[in-house]
T-cell receptor, first 113, second 111 residues
Framework: EAGVVQSPRYKIIEKKQPVAFWCNPISGHNTLYWYRQNLGQGPELLIRYENEEAVDDSQLPKDRFSAERLKGVDSTLKIQPAELGDSAVYLC???????????FGQGTRLTVV | QKEVEQDPGPLSVPEGAIVSLNCTYSNSAFQYFMWYRQYSRKGPELLMYTYSSGNKEDGRFTAQVDKSSKYISLFIRDSQPSDSATYLCAMSESTGNQFYFGTGTSLTVIP
């Protein structure tokens, strides 16, 4: 069974440019999470989806961040415009439901210069 | 004050040593406690999961929770070079709620 797939693995952009990350969860997993992990820190939840509904997005900086999960499968996280402080690893995770174990992808390492 | 505090290390031990990793927390409502292992440039993977106070053992790994002290530990016996990774504690008030991660402890096991 394939795990959570994220792309790209690495992205370097200039500040004020837009960037998008893509996540394909494990087949059959209804719950999808986006986390941000700063260097030397633990992951912090940005948004959680139950199917296509965003049920917890209180930590998402909505002025520049947006996310979508059309059809309740793949998800995209976007930043526009990016700032230097957005440099981090963006992790996607999925679980069968909100009570089950979450499996993480390898993450997208974003560097904003 | 952060919800979860974890000594970032780094921790370096010889192969075969017993390793003790710890986290403290401030929220007395936390009931679910997890330990994740994260290899370099990989996502975290769940290692141990415990509910409320007590011990849980899985092979060379033992997780302990002391809710009265708001303190959790992960012990690794007979540590191996393959255990070299960052270990993250995480906890939540209930299943399905947001869980909060510690900063992670970097462990290196020297052959």
């Amino acid at each position: 069974e394939a795990g959570v797939v994220q792309s790209p693995r690495y992205k370097i952009i200039e500040k004020k440019q837009p960037v998008a990350f893509w996540c394909n969860p494990i087949s059959g997993h209804n719950t999808l999470y986006w986390y941000r992990q700063n260097l030397g820190q633990g992951p912090e939840l940005l948004i959680r989806y139950e199917n296509e509904e965003a049920v917890d997005d209180s930590q998402l900086p909505k002025d520049r961040f947006s996310a979508e999960r059309l059809k309740g499968v793949d998800s995209t996280l976007k930043i526009q415009p990016a700032e230097l402080g957005d440099s981090a690893v963006y992790l996607c995770a999925s679980s069968r439901d909100r009570l089950s174990e979450a499996f993480f992808g390898q993450g997208t390492r974003l560097t904003v210069v | 004050q952060k919800e979860v505090e974890q000594d970032p290390g780094p921790l370096s031990v010889p192969e075969g040593a017993i390793v003790s990793l710890n986290c403290t927390y401030s929220n007395s409502a936390f009931q679910y406690f997890m330990w994740y292992r994260q290899y370099s440039r990989k996502g975290p993977e769940l290692l141990m999961y415990t509910y409320s106070s007590g011990n849980k053992e899985d092979g060379r790994f033992t997780a302990q929770v002391d809710k009265s002290s708001k303190y959790i530990s992960l012990f690794i016996r007979d540590s191996q070079p393959s255990d070299s990774a960052t270990y993250l504690c995480a906890m939540s008030e209930s299943t399905g709620n947001q869980f909060y991660f510690g900063t992670g402890t970097s462990l290196t096991v020297i052959p």
